[in-house]
Structure formats: C-alpha cells, structure tokens
C-alpha cells in the first residue's frame, strides 16, 4: 500500500464548476501537510497548507481529517487557469516528505 | 525568494557513464531532497539529508548515492547509469519549520 493515495483522476469539469480531491495517508505519525499543484513541464508549488481546522484561500478550501488519515481539496468557481496536476503532500517526523501521484484537473470553458 | 538551482535542465548520458546532479540553494535550509517523477508513478523520493555530511534512504535510493558536503549543495550521483533511470529529477529545500519544499526546475535526463 503507498504512504500517500490521491484519487486517480483525471478530472474534466467545465468553468464554474467546484470539484473536490481527496487524500489518504497511512502514517499515523505524520505531523504536517499540504497541497501542492504542479502546472505541465513545472516544478511543483505550494498551494496550501493543511491545518486540524481546515483553512481556506480564496477559492480553495483545505481539510484534514487526523482520526480517518484523510485530507481534501475543495475548489469552488472552476477557472480555466486552474487546470494543472494537484499533489498531496504529508511530512512525517523522520523528515520525509512523500507525495500522492497526483490528480490531474482540467478545467474547460 | 528562496532559489534551488539544478545545474542543467537537460542531459544525456550513456548507459555505464557516472552521472552528476548538482542542486544548489540559496536559503541556508537543513534540508534538502531528490525525488524522480515518471509519468504514472508521481514523485518518489531517492534521498534526503537534514545536514551536512547526513543522508537518509528515500523509498527508491538503488542505484543512487549522494553527497552533502557543504549545506548549500545536494549532489545526486547515479554510478553507472541505466536506461530505467531515464526520469525527471527533482532536487527540493525545506526550511526548518518543516513546512514548505522549493524545489528546483528539474534535469530532465536520458540514458541511452
């Protein structure tokens, strides 16, 4: 079983729409997390962190669940521009860093 | 802004040829990453080292070595390359508050 499973995707939804992505980490021990996009031929970014009480930015909405090992990625107003490949990320208190596959979003008009 | 520089952004190499990927950064950071990214298998992590002269066992370090000699660099070293090592490499910092990675733009590399 992987450390870190994101939904396979990939997902086509049209402007406007709101779609979620979920995560699952086997670690009990991890300690941190969060969300990372990755645009075609990039590097992977920072979109967000995760936190016990769920936060939000702008139109993205993050949640941790510690008890189920499971955090999500809400998206609310779909743009074109976010169309990319969303990475869940989990720290573990060894230091690793370990990466879901990722799940592909495209956003059409 | 944090900076992680990898020195090419594309390579070639033949297969039994020692390779070298340096990944410099800017940040003063402890800690520092490799990772390859193949298509449908995401970022696996090869190496990690939380300080000089430190390394840990990613999940796929066969085949790999690295060096930290100096805490701004993270040399991954492939020494005898194969064609399964064909990938995307990316070399990561992490700031101590174990929060956020800024990885570097990459080295495509190819082994023929």
């Known amino acids: 079983r992987k450390e870190v499973e994101q939904d396979p995707g990939p997902f086509n939804v049209p402007e406007g729409a709101t779609v979620a992505f979920n995560c699952t980490y086997s670690?009990?021990?991890?300690?941190?997390f969060f969300w990372y996009r990755q645009d075609c031929r990039k590097e992977p970014k920072l979109l967000m962190s995760?936190?016990?009480s769920g936060n939000e930015d702008g139109r993205f909405t993050a949640q941790l669940n510690r008890a189920s090992q499971y955090i999500s990625l809400l998206i609310r107003d779909s743009k074109l521009s976010d169309s990319a490949t969303y990475l869940c990320?989990?720290?573990?208190?060894?230091?690793?860093?370990?990466f879901g596959d990722g799940t592909t979003l495209t956003v059409k008009p | 802004d944090v900076k992680v520089t990898q020195s090419s952004r594309y390579l070639v190499k033949r297969t039994g040829e020692k390779v070298f990927l340096e990944c410099v950064q800017d940040m003063d950071h402890e800690n520092m990453f490799w990772y390859r990214q193949d298509p449908g298998l995401g970022l696996r992590l090869i190496y990690f080292?939380?300080?000089?002269?430190?390394?840990e066992k990613g999940d796929i370090p066969e085949g790999y070595s690295v060096s930290r000699e100096k805490k701004e660099r993270f040399s991954l070293i492939l020494e005898s390359a194969s064609t399964n090592q064909t990938s995307m490499y990316l070399c990561?910092?992490?700031?101590?508050?174990?929060?956020?990675?800024?990885f570097g733009s990459g080295t495509q590399l190819s082994v023929l």
């Open positions: 995760v936190y016990s």
């Open positions: 990320v989990v720290n573990t208190n060894a230091g690793k860093s370990t």
């Open positions: 080292s939380y300080d000089v002269k430190m390394k």
């Open positions: 670690n009990s021990a991890s300690q941190s």
């Open positions: 990561a910092s992490r700031s101590e508050d174990r929060e956020k990675l800024f």
